[in-house]
């Protein structure tokens, strides 16, 4: 009897762990229009970085946007952020991004999602403007 308890406190507790993961973007559905455009967004973003696609990246950046890079937290211009991203883009680890939690809150759209890689998540906000179900990011915080 004390076997066939500890074998099913394992199995529960093992299963506890196996579905710890966290969604992934793929796995988002949805509930309108708006949140279908973000998902593309990111998707568009995620593989870009995958393919080292930097003319992907730098079309889902609004214009007027001000990008925060680095551990000393620089704000960079879309242009600024267009002459560094060839040497970040080759650097920057594989990653998968979670399913986001997106806010609308009139024109403003935020999007929070996990980079999960290999030995660690990094959580990152995305906020954008979306005219026509187009979403471009204007900046991001992490």
Not at 33 to 44: F, H, M, N, Q, W
Not at 119 to 135: A, P, V
Request: some cysteine; aromatic content about 12%.
């Amino acid at each position: 009897m004390k076997k066939a308890i500890t074998i099913f406190i394992f199995l529960f507790v093992a299963q506890l762990f196996i579905g710890c993961g966290k969604p992934l973007l793929d796995e988002f559905e949805p509930r309108s229009p708006t949140e279908s455009a973000v998902k593309e967004t990111l998707i568009v973003l995620q593989d870009a970085f995958k393919n080292k696609n930097i003319q992907g990246v730098l079309d889902i950046i609004h214009p007027s946007a001000k990008l925060i890079i680095g551990k000393e937290r620089m704000v960079l211009s879309k242009a600024e952020y267009a002459k560094i991203l060839p040497d970040r883009i080759d650097d920057f680890p594989d990653f998968e991004m979670s399913v986001p939690k997106v806010k609308i809150k009139g024109d403003e759209i935020s999007a929070k999602v996990y980079f999960i890689r290999s030995n660690s998540d990094f959580l990152i906000t995305y906020y954008m403007i979306c005219e026509k179900q187009n979403c471009k990011i204007t900046r991001w915080e992490y």
